[in-house]
């Protein structure tokens, strides 16, 4: 592992344990909302499959261990055990599918609109894997249905989340190309 890897790799997970502390908890849902999928979407299109999902790890790691990383303050298992902890767990692959595609489709050659529409294109699979995983424990936690949970727990959040994405798409060009000294489909 190349030191920049490493040091990006920490420098991702410490980003989305400041992105995570910064939480809003609206009043219908037991979801907050955070700025951690702008954060592992980033991640997953600048270091690619590998060194995104790895730097979720490690901040899951970290909040696993009890420190207070995940939203809200909290930390340890019961934070991954809880009604939202499908949600944290599936930040990491939905970095891992999000670098994945990223690094597939992703052509140097490609012009910017071209290049912009594939990385927000890889960021929603991404968010879509993330909604599956986070939706599943809260259904099985919440014992409620399918339906009631994408109620509470996914379909308010999709504009903020897709806006979020948005975000995302111009931060990664923009990190990856000026601070990360690569384009974005060279590898890591």
Do not use: H, R, W
């Not at 299109?45 to 790895?54: D, H, Q």
């Not at 939203?71 to 599936?90: D, E, N, Q, Y």
């Not at 000026?178 to 890591?188: K, L, M, P």
């Amino acid at each position: 592992m190349k030191t920049k890897n490493m040091v990006m790799c920490g420098l991702f997970a410490a980003i989305l344990c400041c992105c995570a502390a910064i939480t809003i908890v609206l009043p219908f849902t037991a979801i907050p909302i955070t700025f951690q999928v702008l954060a592992v979407s980033v991640a997953g299109a600048v270091m690619g499959k590998k060194y995104g999902a790895l730097s979720v790890i490690i901040y899951t790691l970290i909040g696993f261990c009890g420190l207070p990383v995940f939203s809200g303050m909290k930390g340890g298992v019961t934070a991954l055990a809880g009604p939202t902890g499908g949600f944290i767990i599936g930040f990491i692959p939905e970095a891992f599918v999000t670098g994945l595609i990223v690094e597939l489709i992703v052509k140097k050659e490609d012009k910017i609109l071209v290049k912009n529409i594939k990385i927000f294109f890889a960021m929603i699979v991404g968010l879509v894997v993330l909604y599956a995983f986070g939706t599943v424990q809260f259904m099985f936690m919440a014992k409620i249905s399918v339906l009631k949970a994408l109620t509470l727990a996914v379909i308010p959040f999709v504009p903020l989340d897709v806006a979020k994405i948005v975000v995302a798409v111009v931060v990664s060009i923009f990190v990856k190309n000026n601070i990360y000294g690569t384009s974005i489909n060279e590898a890591s």
